[in-house]
């Protein structure tokens, strides 16, 4: 098991395996679906997504500008990410993926070996209802699914909707930098 990071040492959840429908807080129904791969279809959907993402809301340089940066770096990190959307009326309006922690991506020979760094992003008409919870929670019961254990993310420290939202779900802070606060999960062995 590699790991440079302090995780909790209790494990956090049950979480919900996708797929998962919700009414938001607005009354939308949503669906919480984890996509095995980024087939054409999925990938495009998720591009578009990416597309109509307010450049304001990116953090530490992602999601990238411009339709084809937004589909290059998909591309690059789609083989090896662990991905669940959020759908309404089919429509992606939320993406949360979970990024191996290690120089060699191909030579992943168990999830469970390695740390994975989350990044989630949701449309901004679909804020502060109840979406970016789910969404988290379905991402973390898929990666439970999958044989992930240990998740952390880095999130600006002024960012407390997201602090809050994270240490809701079981995350706790490890470390701070400058302007970002690290924190981590443990999901079991």
């Known amino acids: 098991m590699s790991g440079t990071r302090p995780y909790p040492d209790e494990p956090s959840g049950p979480f ?23 087939a054409d279809e999925s990938l495009e959907d998720v591009v578009e997504m990416y597309v109509q993402f307010d450049p304001e809301d990116r953090a530490q340089g992602i999601p990238p500008t411009g339709e084809q940066r937004i589909r290059d770096w998909l591309e690059a990190i ?33 999830p469970g070996d390695i740390e994975w760094e989350l990044a989630i992003f949701v449309l901004q008409a679909y804020q502060r209802a109840g979406i970016g919870t789910e969404l988290l929670e379905g ?36 470390g701070t930098e400058s302007f970002e606060q690290e924190m981590a999960i443990f999901l079991g062995e």
């Open 16 to 38: 919900p395996s996708p797929t998962t429908t919700l009414e938001d807080r607005d009354g939308r129904q949503i669906d919480i679906v984890a996509l095995d791969s980024f």
């Open 78 to 110: 789609a083989e090896n990410t662990v991905n669940v959307v959020a759908r309404h009326d089919g429509d992606v309006v939320g993406h949360a993926m979970l990024v191996p922690d290690t120089g060699d991506p191909a030579a992943i020979d168990d």
């Open 139 to 174: 991402l973390l019961g898929h990666a439970i699914d999958v044989g992930i254990e240990r998740v952390w993310l880095t999130v600006e420290r002024w960012n407390n909707p997201a602090i809050a939202l994270y240490e809701r779900v079981g995350f706790e802070a490890t």
